[in-house]
C-alpha cells in the first residue's frame, strides 16, 4: 500500500522533482489536491520557523502527515543573504528574474562568489514535528546560463560542475541538490519508522 502525504506546496516544479525523488511507493499530495486553498504566511524569520508553519498549518486543518519546505540561496559574502528571504528578494513586484537581477548586481564583479541552498523540510505528523535539512555548496555564475529548473538555477553552479543548475539534466539536479538531500532524510525516516 503507498504511503499518502501532503506536500504544502502548489509549486510544479517541486511536486515533480519530489515526486521523482520519492518514487512509487508513496503518493504525494499537494495543497489543492486535499482542497487546501488558504494563503499560508509565511512569516517566521528562519528556513525552519516558515517550514513549520506550514506543515503544522495542514497537518492540523486536514488531519493529514504533511511535510513542507523552506529553501533560501545562502551567498557567503552577503552574509547569507537573500536566504530566508530568497522568494521575495527584489522586494514587492519581484520575480525570479528580478530576483536574478539583483543578486548579480550585488555581487558585481567580486571574485568570492561561493553560495549554497539550503532546504528545510518539516513533517508533522501526530502533533510531532521533525527538521530534515539538505545543502549543496556552489557559486554564483557572472551571468545566467540554461533555460531548466526555476528561480535561481540560472545562476547556481554546484560545486563539482561546470554547469548551472539550469543547463544540468533534471535527473542530476534531482539527485545532488539541496532538496534531493533533505528528501532523502525525510524518506530514511519514513523507511524507518
Ligand atoms: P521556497 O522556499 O522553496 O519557495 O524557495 C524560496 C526561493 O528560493 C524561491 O525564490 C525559489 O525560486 C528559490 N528556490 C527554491 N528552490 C530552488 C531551486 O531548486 N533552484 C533555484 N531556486 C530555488
Redesign the pocket.
Known sequence: MKTELVFATN?AH?LHEIRAILGNDYLVHSLSEVGCFDEIRETGDTLQA?AEIKARYVSERYCCTCFA?????EVDCLQGAPGVY??RYAGEDCN?ER?IDKLLAALGGTENRAAQ?R?VIALAENNCLLFFEGVIRGRIAFERSGEG?????SV?VPDGYDKT?AELPPEI?NSI???AVATKKLVAYLMNK
Open positions: 509549486n517541486k516558515n519546505d523552506d529553501t533560501g540561496l530568497s522568494a525570479s530576483n541552498f532546504t529548473g526555476f528561480g535561481y538555477d547556481f543548475f539536479k541538490s539541496h532538496r
